[in-house]
Each structure stands twice: as structure tokens, then as C-alpha cells.
């Protein structure tokens, strides 16, 4: 690892991140700390057209960049795109341990290039270590791994970019800015399904990939617990792409206090949390945009992942973390019904006397 920034004040950072939503939403507090730290500066980030959506009108980017491999074939072909969308990078900041997002950042020529690697990737490793110029271990490499949000932020602090202690605790949490038309088109498509006057749980529901073999009985063993057990309550039932199979083969079996809606834009979709008490979801993008809007929400994460629940809990919202049993015996999806259930009566409670 080479030592000192050059230059200490940048022009232009350029920030490379190229893979999930809720990873995304994780990085907006770096991009919020990067801009504290060097207002001046300017900030891009390169990412996937799914994920353009989550920078839209975020104060801390200046330009958000599409890239899509398939347009290219060659490296040089890479390289004059960066040149003539992103030019002379001052710094390039890899929130992304990709082979091609490390790629990127070599091709963009910028005298300082950082980010992490997994050391049990030996063929990435040597990658990242001709094409950065200061790469460490990923902390979930190591023993105690703390939340992604944290992870971003050390690595920055690690070069001497910025200092954790100087960050104002609002810069901190995850962010999706909404403009009011979108938050409008939200309550219109809420109002459509008659939701405007009770109590509101969003579940969004996990597609077959995901679910691993549990029976789709269970989801509605979940909402009707949920309807039967907190007085008044109704469900809004959301499927992302893919899912929308497995909603349907449910619809028949759903109570009439659910309402279900597929398709929406990521930002109308997220606007609906706004409008909800808190959410249901597995661990993934929909707890992730939860939080990022400021909502509550339950978590649940596969049995496999118990280790790593510290570095991929909910931020900085109130929230309850499950673990999903590991088979999906008939008594294990009895008492996993039975404790998300439970975690909702109580978070319910908890939502409930805040307001």
C-alpha cells in the first residue's frame, strides 16, 4: 500500500459500485461523508441501470453513470468511455470488491485507487493488488464484523480521506431522497388500494428462488397471524420482479385485509413505505430501502448467515432481526410463523407508543 493521498484535496472522486440494491443503499452515507469532507469536490459513481434510481436526487452525487459490460469488448473500448464520461479521476474508491468494478477503477488513470479484497479469492487478490493502489482485507474477513455502512466509511478513514469521529450522526444513516411527485405517486397508487385509513404492514414477499423449499403456506400462515392478531391491521403484499408468480398462487388463499400490487418503479415503490407502519421482509432489498426511507422493519435471515447478522441488520431504524430454521420441517415453519408473528406484535407495540 503506497502512503500519502495525492492530491489531499480532490477535484473529482470517482466511486464504483456495481452490485446489489440494498449494497447500494449502504454506500449512500459514504457518498454523504465524502461530500461533508470535500464539498468542493466533484462525485460520480458509477453503477448498474437497476441502481440508477437509488442516486436520483441524491444531494451527495453529482452524476450517477450507467454501465452495462455488454457494450464492450475489449478493455480499450472501457477505457475511452471512461475517458470521455468520467475524464481524469483524482481518486477512485472501490464500494465493490468485482473483479470488473477493480477493473474500472485501474482503467480511469486516477493516482489513487482503494478498496477491499477477499483474501479466499486468490485470483481477485492478485487483481486488486496490481490494480489498486491501497486494498485491505474485508472486515468480514475477520472476527466481530460490523454493519456494511461502517465497513465503507473505515476504508476511507483507513487512507486518511476522512475521520469517523468528525462525521455529523445524521450523515451516518442510509438514504433514498424522494421528490414529492414521487411521493405523491405513492399515496395515489395507496389511496387505489384503499389503505388511506388503517394501519399498514408491508410484506414483501420472498420469490421461489429464495425460499429454498419452504412451502408458500407458510406466507400466508404469516399474514393471516398477522391480521388475526393485531386488531385493525391490513397487509400490503409487494412482489419485485420475479416474484410475481408466487403472489399469484397465493392471492386465492390471502384474507381480505391484504391488498397486493406488483411492477412499481423502485422510487413509487419505495415511496409506499412511507405510508406503512413498519415492513416484513427477508434480508434484502426491501428491509434495505425500509431503513433507507426511515421506517421500521423485520429482517429475516436465512440460518446460514446467522454469523454475519451485525453487518447486514437494518441501519439505523428500529427493527427485530429473525433467523429462518435451516429446514423446512413442518414444526419449524410452525414456530417460524409463530416468531415473526410475535416480533410484529411487538414492534407494533414499540411503533405504536412513539406515536
Keep these: ?75 480499450t473500448q ?42 479466499d479469492r486468490p485470483f481477485s487478490t492478485v487483481k486488486s493488488w496490481w490494480r489498486l493502489t491501497h486494498k485491505f482485507v474485508h472486515p468480514t474477513m475477520h472476527q466481530n464484523p ?12 483507513r487512507v486518511g480521506m476522512l475521520s469517523l469521529p468528525e462525521l455529523p450522526a445524521e450523515i451516518l444513516a442510509t438514504r433514498l431522497y424522494l421528490t414529492p411527485e414521487e411521493q405523491r405517486q405513492a399515496g395515489a397508487v395507496f389511496e387505489s388500494l384503499g389503505l388511506t385509513n388503517q394501519p399498514v404492514i408491508m410484506y414483501n414477499i420472498p420469490n421461489k428462488t429464495i425460499n429454498k423449499g419452504w412451502p408458500k403456506e407458510h406466507i400466508t400462515q404469516v399474514v393471516a397471524g398477522l391480521v388475526s392478531r393485531i386488531p385493525g391491521v391490513l397487509i400490503l403484499m ?15 388463499s390471502l384474507p381480505p385485509a391484504c391488498r397486493t400490487v406488483v411492477g412499481l418503479p423502485l422510487r413509487v415503490w419505495a415511496g409506499l413505505f412511507l405510508y406503512c407502519a413498519f415492513s416484513l421482509s427477508r434480508d434484502a432489498g426491501g428491509v434495505h430501502v425500509s431503513a433507507a426511507m426511515g421506517v421500521p422493519a423485520i429482517s429475516i435471515f ?54
Excluded at 477493480?102 to 483474501?119: E, Q
Excluded at 460490523?146 to 478513514?157: C, Q
Design 302 to 355: 436465512e440460518y446460514e448467515w446467522k454469523h454475519l447478522e451485525a453487518c447486514f441488520e437494518p441501519w439505523q431504524v428500529p427493527h427485530i432481526n429473525l433467523i429462518r430454521p435451516q429446514s423446512p420441517t413442518p414444526a419449524n415453519v410452525d414456530r417460524h410463523v409463530d416468531a415473526i408473528v410475535s416480533a410484529a406484535i411487538d414492534l407494533w407495540k414499540k411503533v405504536s407508543n412513539a406515536h
Design 1 to 75: 500500500m503506497k502512503g500519502k493521498l495525492t492530491p489531499e484535496v480532490p477535484h473529482t472522486i470517482l466511486i464504483l459500485k456495481l452490485d446489489h440494491l440494498g449494497d447500494m443503499l449502504w454506500a449512500t452515507p459514504c457518498f454523504a461523508a465524502l461530500k461533508f469532507k470535500y464539498p468542493q469536490a466533484k462525485i460520480q459513481v458509477i453503477c448498474p441501470a437497476a441502481l440508477e434510481p437509488v442516486l436520483r436526487h441524491n444531494p451527495a452525487v453529482d452524476q450517477a453513470l450507467v454501465y452495462d459490460r455488454r457494450r464492450f469488448t475489449s478493455n
Design 78 to 119: 472501457k477505457q475511452e468511455w471512461l475517458r470521455q464520461n468520467v475524464g481524469a479521476p483524482d481518486w477512485a474508491i472501490c464500494l465493490d470488491t468485482r473483479d470488473e468494478a477493480v477493473l474500472l477503477a485501474s482503467l480511469s488513470g486516477a493516482p489513487v485507487r482503494i478498496g477491499y479484497f477477499y483474501k
Design 146 to 157: 460490523r454493519h456494511e455502512v461502517l465497513n465503507n466509511l473505515r476504508l476511507l478513514e
Design 238 to 252: 409487494v412482489a419485485g420482479p420475479g416474484e410475481e408468480p408466487l403472489l399469484e398462487s397465493i392471492k386465492p
